[in-house]
């Protein structure tokens, strides 16, 4: 069932940079270590060469709400000095799948908090990915 509902989180950001943002969609293989896709910028109706990698998280088990109703993301340095290396810039996708919400932040190393163990991100409630937030 997780692959299901990876797949809901895909489809539902495939969707959204595709029909809403007009941009170009390429998910990467399977086996991946922590980038799901690459996203490519169309301007003036065209591929722009800019890119932007994702990391797209999907359930219930990624939605730590806050008592400001933002998002606190968990994860491992290995992840992190992964992400902040990445060549191109790399943003990381909630999708709750019961309210087909989906959230977004750039992972920069200003934003992450380490913790005792590893390290945060806050992800706004605010930051919804969806036409609003295509600039």
Known sequence: ??????????????????????????????????????????????????????????????????????????GQNKHLDYWLGYSIPVILIIHDDQKNITYWQAVKEELVEKTNKNWKITIPNTQILNKGAKD
């Not at 969707?15 to 896709?37: H, K, N, Q």
């Not at 301007?43 to 060469?49: L, R, T």
């Open 1 to 74: 069932m997780e692959k299901l509902t990876d797949r809901k989180g895909i489809n539902a950001v495939d969707s959204i940079m595709t029909s809403e943002f007009g941009w170009i969609f390429r998910e990467l293989p399977v086996c991946d270590y922590g980038i799901d896709a690459h996203i490519e910028i169309f301007e003036e109706d065209y591929p722009s060469g800019k890119l932007i990698a994702a990391q797209i998280k999907t359930g219930k088990s990624y939605l730590n709400f806050d008592v400001n109703g933002d998002i606190t993301f968990y």
